[in-house]
């Protein structure tokens, strides 16, 4: 699992970058930041999944619901930081978006850090 966030943190490093040069710009996300943010949350999904698999194979010292709770809260944050992008079609929606973009690294580091208790 631990590839697959570090594919998913490097997409939001790319995407990141993208969303700078469009505030710089004064631009709103374009197509290729919209496909990228869907490749991540497609990941984000796949990353649920192994994550609840993981927890069901074995999970001594793990504490289930916040383990649960971050993996639903790294998949919830894209689509909450995009709808308000959209509402917010300035300059500031765009930060917005890449906010909530720079967050999902650091719940993986999180993620990581819950589960190295397990015993």
Do not use: K
Request: hydrophobic share 60%; net charge neutral.
């Amino acid at each position: 699992m631990i590839e697959l966030q570090i594919v998913l943190a490097a997409l939001c490093g790319l995407t990141a970058v993208l969303l700078v040069v469009q505030i710089i710009r004064d631009r709103l996300a374009g197509r290729i930041v919209v496909g990228l943010l869907a490749l991540i949350e497609i990941g984000l999904v796949a990353q649920l999944v192994l994550g609840v698999m993981r927890v069901v194979e074995g999970h001594e010292g793990v504490s289930v619901p916040t383990y649960v709770g971050y993996l639903v809260g790294s998949l919830v944050i894209l689509p909450l930081a995009a709808g308000w992008s959209w509402a917010e079609r300035t300059r500031n929606g765009t930060a917005v978006l890449l906010v909530g973009l720079l967050v999902v690294p650091f719940l993986f580091v999180r993620l990581h850090d819950i589960w190295s208790t397990h015993a």
